[in-house]
């Protein structure tokens, strides 16, 4: 290309790509250091603008610990509403 002239693209030929905001590796990483934590992750969000990534525990709620008294409680809890 001579002085003044400018890079053309065909109509065919592909855009150059912009760089990641984020990269695989990134999230890898983010996901190790949650685990390390001992922390469950419910799901990931992504912000493709930013390349924030953002890490949601889980709550717990869908696991059910009973505890004896609600074992207790579910298998007397009929004969406890006669009385």
Do not use: C, Y
Not at 5 to 14: D, E, Q, W
Not at 54 to 79: C, E, F
């Amino acid at each position: 290309m001579g002085v003044g002239t400018t890079a053309r693209f065909s109509a065919g030929a592909a855009m150059p790509r912009r760089p990641a905001t984020f990269r695989q590796h990134d999230l890898a990483r983010a996901l190790r250091a949650a685990k390390a934590a001992g922390i469950d992750i419910e799901r990931i969000e992504i912000e493709p603008a930013s390349g924030r990534i953002l890490l949601v525990a889980s709550t717990g709620d869908a696991v059910d610990p009973a505890t004896p008294v609600d074992i207790w409680l579910a298998k007397n809890a009929r004969s406890a509403q006669g009385n």
